[in-house]
């Protein structure tokens, strides 16, 4: 299933949130977060709001150019989506398909390091 931009962003923002500086997260997680127009988030902040389109495109921009690096979320994604697939076949009582698929995943180092 394909996400939303803001609910990609909120992922990318969990795990790579730390790489922004405070006012970039800041900004993007009143964006994101809590849906705020530009105007609002610049109102509060005390900046213009062409101060807050900058910050947030830059820090999308960094939170994207770090995913296509590390594919942290694209994985994690991949490991939620299997692991629900093997929950499933086990509650239909299909215990070969749900092993099949662990070992697959084993296989793709998805759970591993």
């Known amino acids: 299933m394909e996400l939303t931009r803001t609910a990609q962003l909120a992922l990318l923002l969990d795990f790579y949130g730390a790489l922004l500086t405070d006012r970039q ?42 995913e296509r690096k590390l594919g942290a979320v694209r994985r994690y994604r991949a490991l939620r989506s299997d692991a629900k697939r093997a929950m499933d076949a086990l509650d239909a009582g299909d215990t070969a398909l749900a092993r099949r698929i662990l070992a697959d995943m084993q296989k793709e180092g998805v759970y591993g390091v």
Do not use: Y
């Open 25 to 66: 997260r800041d900004m993007l997680r009143l964006r994101v977060e809590e849906d705020l127009s530009l105007s609002e988030i610049a109102e509060g902040c005390g900046v213009s709001r062409q101060a807050v389109h900058d910050a947030l495109r830059k820090a999308e921009n960094t939170l994207d150019d770090t």
